[in-house]
Nanobody, 128 residues
């Protein structure tokens, strides 16, 4: 059974940092791009960041560039992390880990509905 399990969420203040992790199991993810999406109530799930299977290609949403950093354990391809710095109120959302067969660039352009695997999500709340 394939599972993506997010951890590291919580309540922080504006300007703080938080690190999310996603642990993947149940299959090999060596050919999968992995990444993070987020969603707030009443809005569509939006792309945040993606990283290729070898870690060589990374893409970010404009809203998080310069503040968020995605990384991946390319040796085992079981963990992908999202370091979030200088958090803003608008970063409050449920963050989802996702995996998509193919390139990171393709994943960044692929609609959320077409991801191959999703985690259940983890809440990040940024308060003033």
């Amino acid at each position: 059974q394939v599972q993506l399990v997010e951890s590291g969420g919580g309540l922080v203040q504006v300007g703080d940092s938080l690190r999310l992790s996603c642990t993947a199991s149940g299959r090999a993810f060596s050919r999968y791009a992995m990444g993070w999406w987020r969603q707030v109530p009443g809005k569509a799930r939006e792309f945040v960041a993606t990283i290729s299977d070898n870690g060589g290609n990374i893409y970010y949403a404009d809203s998080v560039k310069g503040r968020f950093t995605i990384s991946r354990d390319t040796a085992k391809n079981t963990t992908v992390s999202l370091q979030m710095n200088n958090l803003k109120l608008e970063d409050t959302a449920v963050y989802y880990c996702a995996a998509c067969l193919g390139s990171a660039q393709a994943m960044a352009l692929t609609p959320a509905a077409n991801m191959d695997y999703w985690g259940k999500g983890i809440l990040v709340t940024v308060s003033a």
